[in-house]
């Protein structure tokens, strides 16, 4: 299930399950989102984008979802593998002045054997 | 592979240090690159845009002559935390984008942690 911490949401989720994260994001006038992948110690992975013209999009395994209309995006990962144990960010891209990535709170995934 | 390499990828040093942290872009250059500070599970926060030939910009409550940033070449932005104290203490990780326009993926360094004693 899906739970918030004092800092990170988590989820837990049996190996070959579906997994969702979800996102909410605040500025209307974003036009371009990102889903990241950070491993312990690591810096963040690009997992896939999507731009506000668009409400979904596919990759391997991954599928992005955005409504605008309420401002959330979802992570959807098929088929979840061990490896896929980590925090997801999603970010939004904020236009005006200076271009610049906002990062969300992250949700920690588990994924048990 | 990494297209942005950072190093070192961790400090220990004592209090009152000056640490320098290098980013590059590996195989692209990147007149603009970033840098982040994370504390342990919290979410990246943008401290810095470095622009290659001009000055850094400076996001709200950073202190930009404790972190100095020199954006030299199209290819190495540095990360200087001068003076460090226990406080400053953290991840930071840097980032570059391949494409001057907008709306494409920033690529991250594998970060540096920072320790100060």
């Known amino acids: 299930g899906e739970s918030v911490g004092l800092h990170l949401p988590t989820l837990s989720v049996q190996e070959g399950d579906n997994s969702i994260i979800n996102c909410a994001y605040s500025?209307?006038?974003?036009?371009?989102f990102i889903w990241y992948k950070q491993e312990s110690g690591k810096g963040p992975q690009f997992i896939i984008d999507i731009r506000s013209n668009m409400d979904k999009r596919q990759g391997q395994r991954v599928t992005v979802l955005l409504n605008k209309t309420v401002k959330h995006l979802s992570l959807q990962i098929a088929a979840t593998q061990p490896g896929d144990s980590a925090v997801y960010f999603c970010?939004?891209?904020?236009?005006?002045?200076?271009?610049?990535?906002?990062f969300g709170k992250g949700t920690k995934l588990t994924v048990n054997p | 592979g990494a297209v942005v390499s950072q190093h070192p990828s961790r400090v220990i040093c004592k209090s009152g240090t000056s640490v320098k942290i290098e980013c590059r872009s590996l195989d692209f250059q990147a007149t603009t690159m970033f840098w982040y500070r994370q504390f342990p599970k919290q979410s990246l926060m943008l401290m810095a845009t470095s622009n290659e030939g001009s000055k850094a910009t400076y996001e709200q409550g950073v202190e930009k002559d404790k972190f100095l940033i020199n954006h030299a070449s199209l290819t190495l932005s540095t990360l200087t935390v001068t003076s460090a104290h226990p406080e400053d203490s953290s991840f930071y990780i840097c980032s570059a984008r391949r494409d001057r326009t907008s709306n494409q993926p920033q690529h991250f360094g594998d970060g540096t942690r920072l320790s100060i004693l």
């Open positions: 970010a939004e891209n904020r236009q005006g002045g200076s271009e610049k990535l906002v």
């Open positions: 500025n209307s006038a974003s036009d371009y």
